[in-house]
């Protein structure tokens, strides 16, 4: 393999989350006097850290969400994830493959720790990432778009840089990881291709991407 390790973005990539969570939020956008659409929600908000959400409506508006808005959300979310979550089709396979080979990987998501570990312990793929290999948008002062998350990442796992491979699925996510100085291969199954026209190489299917890393 090229790299000497594999970093992954989780909503949307590891764990088919990102139609649930934007649908969420829209509504409780709009429920809070802030009309917001799935499309919306999918447009600003998607993979980004809580931070930017409280940011923009704020620049929108001028009026600050409530203090529990990240509490009443993350309940909702994880509500719904008990009841509707899966994995994306294929990542566990590919994260099984790489576990064989002894590729080094990681997950670097803008969520907070609880939120990864809901989502993978409802989906399974609990079983392939024990705490030393998840990061949060919690551990860095800035999240995405900033490269800090992934530089974090690497450093934690001991890799240069340039020496890492980053798997996203949203804008903000690619420019993180290209800020960050690391190849990124960009996942269109939600996302269209041209809004992840800057990451390196695109795909569709999780099926092709460990041929792709190869």
């Known amino acids: 393999m090229r790299y000497d390790l594999i970093i992954f973005d989780n909503d949307g990539v590891l764990v088919d989350s990102e139609p649930i969570s934007n649908r969420l939020l829209a509504a409780y956008l709009t429920e809070l006097g802030h009309p917001t659409t799935y499309e919306d929600s999918i447009r600003d908000y998607m993979g980004s850290a809580m931070h930017r959400i409280h940011e923009l409506v704020m620049e929108r508006t001028g009026q600050r969400l409530p203090d529990d808005f990240d509490d009443v959300f993350h309940g909702r979310v994880f509500a719904a994830f008990e009841r509707e979550l899966k994995p994306v089709a294929g990542a566990s396979d590919v994260l099984e493959k790489l576990a064989a080979d002894g590729v080094p990987y990681c997950v670097a998501s803008s969520g907070s720790h609880e939120r990864i570990r809901v989502g993978h312990r409802t989906t399974g793929l609990d079983r392939w990432f024990d705490e030393s290999r998840i990061f949060s948008s919690q551990d ?28 996203e699925d949203s804008p903000l996510g690619v420019q993180a990881a290209r800020a960050a100085g690391m190849e990124v291969y960009g996942f269109t199954a939600m996302t269209p291709a041209a809004k992840l026209a800057d990451a390196g190489q695109l795909f569709s299917d999780m099926d092709e991407l460990v041929s792709l890393l190869a």
């Open 140 to 167: 860095v002062g800035r999240g995405k778009p900033a490269p800090d998350l992934f530089l974090y990442a690497a450093e934690r796992m001991g890799v240069a840089p340039e020496r890492c491979a980053v798997v």
